[in-house]
């Protein structure tokens, strides 16, 4: 652990203590991938290193309980558990696919028209970062940009799904900033360095269940000061309907993450900067900038 880490963990704990006081102890059996419905308690699946061992886990509280396999498959607990404060947490899940909606809040639009379809792009999964890993920029990276986002984790096999059962297919939520290289996304033939850059995807703290994705708060911070804040409800295309069309191009696995769009203005990063990204209910996802 770096030093600077420490103190940002105990922070994150805390932030992640208040999310979850609320929190109903779950059952037996916590994990069956299907409809994350707003009538079952929200449950908040990590994935995380302990002493050298990666594991997921279901956090209540500041405690961590051991399951016996990934939460995407009908994981079990073990009966272990293990202080927060105790462990590095990674990105939740490791996808297959890292997709993204472009241009799905009209606040970002400025004086575009709403498209008429989803406008989508890939990530790369070589992008994802954890909770408190950092953002690195290559020397040629001069105009990084963060973009707050809801993120989508599909929970099973999604392919030509009627938008009314695209629920069925939605594990949870998460939070994700969708880093993005405003020059690169300007001048180069494609986005792969733009949005596919090494440490372009920071995603968690948690993958939650039981949320109402359809209304959720999402929050940018860049060190301390609210740059982004708007309800997922101002989505131009909500959950169901990007998973719906998504699936119609290709064949969604589960892991696999769909970031839904930043909502407002974004700016650019510097090196030493410290980015947040809040989903209601979800936690906080903190992120240092550094040069590589
Ligand atoms: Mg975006």
């Known amino acids: 652990m770096n030093a600077h880490e420490a103190p940002a963990h ?30 079952e308690d929200p449950v908040h699946y990590v994935r995380y290193d302990h002493a050298g061992t990666v594991s997921y886990g279901i956090l209540e509280g500041d405690t961590l309980h051991r399951l016996d396999r ?15 404060g105790d462990v590095k947490l990674l990105a939740p899940v490791t996808p297959s696919k890292v997709i993204a909606v472009g241009l799905n809040y009209r ?17 790369l999964p070589t992008s994802i970062i954890g909770p408190e890993d950092e953002i690195l920029l290559t020397a040629d990276a001069g105009n990084v940009h963060y973009e707050g986002e809801l993120v989508i984790v599909i929970g099973k096999e999604a392919r030509d799904v009627p938008e009314e ?11 994700g900033n969708d880093v993005s290289e405003r020059d690169w996304q300007r001048d180069d033939l494609q986005w792969f360095r ?20 359809d209304d959720l708060l999402v929050q940018t911070r860049l060190n301390g000061e609210v740059r982004q804040s708007q309800s997922s409800a101002d989505l ?9 069309y998504v699936s119609r191009y290709v064949t969604l696995l589960p892991g696999d993450v769909i970031y839904t769009g930043t909502p407002g203005s974004t700016a650019a990063m510097q090196p030493g900067d410290v980015v947040e990204v809040e989903v209601q209910g979800v936690g906080i ?3 240092r900038v550094a040069r590589r």
């Open 107 to 123: 606040s970002h639009l400025g004086d575009r028209e709403p498209a008429a379809y989803p406008g989508l792009f890939t990530k």
């Open 70 to 84: 990934n939460f995407l498959d009908s994981a079990r607990r073990t009966g272990d558990t293990v202080p927060l």
């Open 236 to 244: 131009v295309f909500g959950v169901h309907a990007i998973v719906s």
């Open 285 to 287: 996802l903190r992120n």
């Open 10 to 39: 105990l922070a994150l704990s805390v932030a992640i203590a208040v999310a979850f006081s609320t929190l109903a102890p779950a059952g037996p059996v916590i994990a069956t991938p299907g409809p994350s419905s707003p009538q």
């Open 194 to 213: 733009a949005k596919g850059a090494d440490t372009f995807g920071p995603l968690g703290p948690a993958v939650v269940t039981g949320l109402n994705y």
């Open 165 to 175: 059962r695209a629920g069925e297919y939605v594990f949870g939520v998460t939070a």
